[in-house]
């Protein structure tokens, strides 16, 4: 597996699924990240609009081929360890709500998309997460429906160090479906 991780930072990004979809077509090496402070058309399953302003924490990574057809699974199993750092890092009970949201009460705070990139066959697959982390406020009509974890702790938190977990979980768990 290859250990390097290349981060892509970019202020602004119509969607880090987007770009990430871009770049592993000219032949970005797995564990490219593609991390952008805003995204101004985040989209999540179904192509759902992801409400993606400064603060949270947006991004999508190009992961090597896995053992791991179903992209629900992959899904899954980065729910969970969003879950998990939340609970170890902040001591919160977050939910998953099958198959890609993660909750804090009955309001996501987080949301993953994994697509394949699919030539004559599985060329690779991208996994975009979008995590409220940051953020003050949502529009009105979501206030009902999403929280942050500023909102929840009452103080802002690493959006650098919360991603380097998130892709060492995903690297671990990887690592271990594939022996």
Known sequence: MNKKLTIESFEKLP????????????????WTVILAEEQTIGYGRKGNFWHSPKGGLYFSVILPKS???DLQTLTILAAFIVAKIIKENFG???????????LLGNKKIAGILTENIVGQKIKC???GIGLNTNIDKFPQDLEN????L???????????????????GL????RTIAE
């Open 145 to 148: 429906t999403a929280t942050s």
């Open 67 to 69: 053992q791991l057809v």
């Open 171 to 174: 690297k671990e768990q990887l």
């Open 150 to 168: 500023k909102l929840r702790l009452g103080r802002e938190v690493d959006n650098k160090k919360f991603l380097v977990q998130i892709i060492r």
């Open 92 to 102: 919160l009970e977050p939910f998953i709500k099958l198959p890609n949201d993660v």
């Open 125 to 127: 697959s991208i996994m």
């Open 15 to 30: 969607s880090t699924q987007a770009k990430a979809k871009e770049l592993a077509g000219k032949g970005a090496v797995p």
